[in-house]
């Protein structure tokens, strides 16, 4: 069975440019998360997806952050304009359900210049 | 106060070591807890869920105390291989359940 799905996994943009991350969950999820790590810290939650709603949006950035989830399948996360502070690996993560565990993709690591 | 706390660590054991994480949450309505374990430049991977009733799985066991709100991670007879970071992972009720992760404590088991 095929795992989360994120592209692309390495990226590197000028400050101030736009820059969209892509994730497909795993089949029959119906739970997703974007999280953001930091070196030397754990993850920590942007949003979460409910089928094609978002449930918890409370730490996602709306001034330059976007997320959406249509069909309530694949997902995408943009940041426009990005900041240098942005640099940092972008997680998606899908679970069965709110209270499951949950599975991560390999991430894209964001580099701003 | 944090909501997940862990030791950062290091912890540096020799192998065939017993090693113990700890975990305190701060959310007495979490629903589920579980360790993650994450590699150097990878992604979080689960490792096992905590139950109440403390569970095991190989040289792993894992520790649930609801009461003082901590959970715990022991890693008996440590190999090279697991060295890594431990993540505490609780699904708290804000509102909707959500994955609150702690910092991680960073594990090198050394020949």
């Known amino acids: 069975e095929a795992g989360v799905v994120q592209s692309p996994r390495y990226k590197i943009i000028e400050k101030k440019q736009p820059v969209a991350f892509w994730c497909n969950p795993i089949?029959?999820?119906?739970?997703l998360y974007w999280y953001l790590q930091n070196l030397g810290q754990g993850p920590e939650l942007l949003i979460r997806y409910e089928n094609e709603e978002a449930v918890d949006d409370s730490q996602l950035p709306k001034d330059r952050f976007s997320a959406e989830r249509l069909k309530g399948v694949d997902s995408t996360l943009k940041i426009q304009p990005a900041e240098l502070g942005d640099s940092a690996v972008y997680l998606c993560?899908?679970?069965?359900?709110?209270?499951?565990?949950?599975?991560f993709g390999q991430g894209t690591r964001l580099t701003v210049v | 106060r944090k909501e997940v706390e862990q030791d950062p660590g290091p912890f540096n054991v020799p192998e065939g070591a017993t090693v113990a994480f700890n975990c305190t949450y701060s959310n007495s309505a979490s629903q589920s807890f579980f360790w993650y374990r994450q590699d150097c430049r990878k992604e979080p991977k689960l490792l096992m869920s905590?139950?109440?009733s403390g569970n095991e799985d190989g040289r792993f066991t894992a520790q649930l105390n609801r009461a003082s709100q901590y959970i715990s991670l022991l890693i008996r007879d440590s190999k090279l291989s697991d060295s890594a970071t431990y993540l505490c992972v609780v699904n708290q009720r804000a509102g909707s359940y959500q994955l609150t992760f702690g910092k991680g404590t960073k594990l090198s088991v050394i020949p």
């Open positions: 993560a899908s679970s069965l359900g709110g209270v499951a565990e949950a599975f």
């Open positions: 905590v139950y109440s």
């Open positions: 089949s029959g999820h119906n739970t």
